[in-house]
């Protein structure tokens, strides 16, 4: 995009409740219950229409965050010898 920066770094952090994931409790759902991405961008010299732009485009082709926002369909197969 032709934008000067001198960093970029992307945070992640998740909450969720381990009682699920580890199967202590029935009454937590097992997985994240928020994701949270903290974007530090250091580009002195970007104008702010350059640095919205690059937003715009790191959520709309970001891999993680458009599965996030529309998961797919999911499907298990199990095969094996009984």
Known sequence: ???????IAVTVEG???LRGTLGISKDVPVGFDGIHLHFDVAA???TPE????????????C?????LMRPPRLRTEWVGHD
């Not at 350059?50 to 082709?61: A, D, K």
Request: charged share 35%; no cysteine.
């Open 1 to 7: 995009m032709g934008i000067p920066t001198e960093r």
């Open 50 to 61: 350059q640095m919205r732009g690059l937003r715009e485009r790191t959520e709309q082709y």
């Open 15 to 17: 909450d969720l409740d």
């Open 63 to 67: 891999v993680v965050v458009q599965t």
């Open 44 to 46: 002195p010299k970007a």
